[in-house]
């Protein structure tokens, strides 16, 4: 609970003894800096006004600079700017200390631990205020600018956030272009003085739509320093508010906020009281503490939902990776870019590929049944697929009606009695008016027929036009779908959406985004083997990923002749993905007619949990590895996943996380020592043993593979 913190500590720039004496009323009264430590007292956070009145912060871990001093502030449009000429006329300090439980999670509780500083600046020439509020964590700094409501600052536009993040050296960095519009790029391995000379050919090949600068990049942003510190740049509860790039100067390795300008290029239009996202820097000297911090979770506010019994983790199949590969097709004729409201579809024929037809969405509900899956996703359900330019005149999809080979209410007949639900998908071509337009309707619809959670898409430009998928717009109206989906008690997995921050702790029917490169590219010339080694340290620190795992026939081509990518990850691989690509939604993405083949390695993605008590990472290096184990929620099972690079390794790992009291069996899953995820992707062994929390256990992972176990408590089912 809040409370006074002891041990704060103001100060003045250097000014003789007498002075400050003479002075020490004033100087309490209006001190230009201040200092907090973190609970453990490992980080230090210092901030202070320079002279021209600009606010500036440096953070220091273990006694090495993390951040060195940085200026903060926003430049406004048209009015002077919020980045200098201020004084503190208010300092606040307290210390916070709960633990909540997540409505689902890695871990069952959650610590939330932190010494807080709250500085009023006032700057003189405009009279105006605004709130620097600091929270430092053991593990890591948050802090975020606050604007009261005030006579000299009401309703304002932000020109540019100016938050500036100064690092202390040339850090290995893990990154993606800065783009106002995607975030399916293959993340690059570089140091910071090479990101410029890189980003063509990063961009180069990829889903792109702009790269802002050649130096922009987007958040979470991993580095590394030279020395062995890990931090990891990224933002906390977006609401009402841009995202944020980060922009380098490639010679001083300082980092500046760059938000996501709206179709007239302004970065943000806010009304006093208003508040920025918290910008997060998680900071350790071991990577796996990176990714079990939960720092950003902690900076969103707890959930208001009083009844959150209808959000529920979820393993889930799907009429999708047919689509994706070219097998069948979402559209149910093969006409294309024809005007919707031109086609009768009872009159036009039929393509014969369409793969949301009654009869082959009764297979998946089947296999979804017989093999304990919670739900079936089915896309290209609805009419508009052959018009996609229709999306400029809000027509396109209306979310309400099916191909004439979906039968709605027989389908959900169906599902029901096999205790299986069915997932609904709203790809909106990224038309946004004309979905908000059909939102009420849509969702009216689902809870009709019984769909509990649904799957958004924003694929291609914003309509209106101009806007992109991360300004404040865009942000506005994600959230908005969020709330009136909770209203109808439906649960939301967004792609194309813009990258999590912790949200789903306000809103835990956020149960998935994809907002990065998934398993889909694998279908579309492949993610690099080192992908899933380098996503939990990125893209998974805002919250969970709809990867969409379990591709157990690599090579495409089985599918669709005419596609010849193949999956970057031998078959061991992707039944780690479901431990080491934290989710509570998790899809075995292949098809029945493939697992039916693997019945003995698909035992695995069966078996594995979806909602955890315990998580541990047991061995962890960005790029190169990553070993976790995880307590099944309320039982006494736990499973291990672990992904490698295209190199190949051997991970050494100890089972001391296991009741001492207990013996498990524990069913290995791993590569074949001739497994290679380019050359031979589908070698494996499984193997049984009995173990206990003495057990050591070495295990080789092909290049490009890993290994997974499931480890059940001994005579136990
Ligand atoms: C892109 C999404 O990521 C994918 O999952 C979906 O199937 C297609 N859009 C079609 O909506
Ligand atoms: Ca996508």
Not at 118 to 134: D, K, M, N, V, Y
Not at 440 to 452: E, H
């Amino acid at each position: 609970m809040m409370k006074q913190l002891p041990g704060f500590r103001l100060s003045a720039p250097r000014h003789s003894q007498w002075f400050l004496l003479l002075f020490a009323f004033l100087v309490c009264r209006a001190a230009s800096a201040a200092e907090i430590k973190s609970p453990d007292k490992q980080l230090t956070l210092d901030f202070s006004v320079q002279p021209g009145g600009v606010p500036t912060y440096s953070l220091t871990y273990k006694g090495r600079a993390v951040i060195k001093p940085s200026k903060l502030g926003l430049e406004l449009k048209n009015t002077t700017s919020l980045t200098s000429g201020f004084t503190i006329t208010d300092t606040k300090t307290s210390s916070f200390d709960e633990t909540w439980k997540p409505v689902w999670g890695e871990v069952k509780e959650i610590r939330n631990h932190y010494n807080e500083l709250a500085l009023t600046l006032t700057q003189a020439e405009t009279s105006r205020t605004i709130i620097l509020r600091f929270r430092l964590f053991n593990d890591g700094l948050g802090f975020r600018y606050e604007f009261p409501r005030q006579p000299k600052l009401d309703y304002f536009t932000i020109k540019e956030e100016r938050t500036q993040f100064a690092l202390a050296g040339d850090h290995k960095a893990f990154w993606l272009p800065g783009d106002y519009d995607t975030q399916e790029y293959s993340t690059v391995t570089s140091k910071l003085s090479e990101v410029r000379g890189l980003m063509k050919s990063a961009v180069t090949g990829n889903a792109s739509q702009t790269t802002f600068s050649p130096t922009g990049v987007q958040t979470p942003l991993m580095l590394k320093s030279q020395d062995g510190l890990y931090i990891n740049i990224h933002e906390a509860a977006l609401i009402d508010y841009s995202c944020m790039h980060l922009n380098l100067d490639d010679k001083s390795f300082v980092l500046e906020s760059h938000l996501t300008p709206d179709a007239v290029g302004d970065k943000g239009l806010l009304q006093t009281p208003a508040l920025s996202p918290w910008r997060t820097i998680i900071v350790s000297d071991k990577a796996g503490d990176i990714l079990l911090s939960k720092l950003v979770l902690n900076l969103n506010e707890p959930t208001k939902f009083k009844d959150v019994s209808w959000i529920k983790p979820v393993k889930y199949v799907g009429v999708w990776w047919e689509m994706i590969t070219g097998k069948s097709t979402w559209s149910y004729t093969n006409q294309d870019n024809i005007k919707l409201d031109s086609i009768d579809y009872r009159k036009v024929k039929p393509n014969g590929t369409h793969g949301a037809n009654t009869a082959h969405v009764k297979e998946y509900i089947d296999f979804a049944a017989k093999h304990g899956f919670d739900a079936v996703l089915v896309e290209g359900w609805n009419t508009g697929w052959e018009d996609w330019f229709g999306k400029h005149k809000d027509y396109v999809f209306d979310f309400v009606t099916p191909y004439p080979d979906f039968n709605v209410p027989e389908l959900q007949q169906y599902a029901a009695s096999k205790n299986v639900k069915i997932i609904m998908h709203h790809e909106t071509s990224g038309s946004v008016r004309n979905y908000e337009r059909h939102l009420d309707s849509a969702f009216q619809f689902m809870n009709k027929y019984g769909y509990d959670a649904v799957k958004t898409g924003y694929v291609g430009d914003i309509v209106p036009l101009g806007h992109h998928h991360y300004d404040q717009w865009m942000i506005d109206h994600y959230n908005y779908v969020l709330k009136k989906a909770a209203d109808h008690h439906i649960m939301v997995n967004g792609h194309e959406a813009v990258r999590p921050t912790g949200l789903a702790r306000t809103y835990p029917n956020l149960i998935g985004n994809e907002a990065a490169r998934g398993t889909e590219y694998e279908s579309f010339g492949g993610n690099n083997a080192d992908h899933t080694t380098i996503l939990p340290f990125t893209r998974l620190i805002g919250g969970p990923m709809d990867y969409t795992p379990g591709i157990f026939q690599t090579k495409v081509s089985a599918y669709n002749p005419q596609n010849n990518s193949f999956v970057h990850s031998t078959l061991v691989r992707q039944l780690a993905l479901y431990v080491t690509m934290y989710s509570p939604l998790q899809m075995a993405a292949d098809l029945p007619e493939t697992y039916n083949k693997y019945l003995d390695a698909f035992q695995f993605i069966k078996d594995v949990a979806v909602d955890w008590d315990d998580t541990k990472v047991l061995e962890a290096e960005p790029g190169d590895y990553i070993t976790y184990a995880r307590k099944a929620k309320g039982k006494s099972s736990w499973f291990v996943g672990s992904t490698c690079d295209e190199n190949g390794r051997t991970s050494k790992i100890s089972l001391s996380f296991l009741d001492p009291k207990k013996k498990y069996v524990a069913t290995i899953y791993a590569d074949a020592k001739d497994a290679h995820y380019e050359k031979n992707p589908q070698a494996y062994t499984i193997r049984k043993v009995t173990v206990t929390n003495k057990s050591k256990l070495s295990q080789y992972c092909a290049p490009g593979g890993g290994y997974a176990i499931s480890l059940i408590e001994a005579g136990s089912k």
